[in-house]
């Protein structure tokens, strides 16, 4: 509270004028937070052109999000804000997990997305490997940043699920040469 106090410019007991405890200030960024990202990402799924883009444009949106977040954020939230902790696991459970499944049907349609992905199991796979990113104890922050390790996983996760078609226009995303 002090360091926040600090950077707000003003006293703790201005702070809690508007605050119980640092709890409540947690659970109300987090909370606008969430509602923030939710609708950047549901704009990006709007404007996106296909499933493989519309990865990567997230993928665009998480690093810009992730270059300012600590490894141990998302652990700390579940250790020390339970409140904050429900909030995360209803973003990841409501809003990640149907953006996933809604992507995966979509690339079904566009012939990107294999007809043989079940994609209420992969959404959930996604969705938990997203959080797996963040274990500092699978991941330790010494030996690998958290946007390496998600752009890592999006990209395990696309070419698992994609379509020869699909796999072409990653590489071409990627800019990677067909004979690689």
């Known amino acids: 509270m002090d360091d926040i106090a600090k950077d707000l410019g003003m006293s703790k007991k201005t702070i809690y004028q508007f605050f ?14 969430f509602l923030v990202d939710s609708k950047e990402f549901e704009a990006i799924a709007a404007k996106a052109p296909n499933v493989v883009e519309e990865v990567f444009l997230h993928m665009r949106k998480m690093h810009q999000m992730f270059s300012t977040v600590n ?9 020390y804000h339970p409140r904050s902790w429900d909030l995360f696991s209803k973003f990841r459970n409501e809003v990640a997990f149907g953006m996933v499944q809604r992507a995966l049907e979509k690339g079904k349609k566009d012939g990107l997305v294999r007809n043989d992905v079940n994609s209420d199991i992969v959404a959930r796979l996604r969705v938990e490997e997203i959080e797996m990113g963040f274990n500092p104890s699978v991941f330790p922050p010494s030996k690998h940043s958290i946007i390496d390790v998600q752009t890592a996983l999006v990209e395990h996760f696309l070419y698992g699920v994609c379509t020869l078609k699909g796999h072409r226009l990653i ?10």
Do not use: G, W
């Open 71 to 79: 490894a141990n954020m998302i652990y700390d939230l579940r250790k």
């Open 171 to 180: 590489n071409k995303l990627k800019q990677i040469n067909e004979e690689e």
């Open 20 to 33: 119980r405890d640092k709890d409540e200030v947690v659970h109300t960024l987090t909370e606008r937070q």
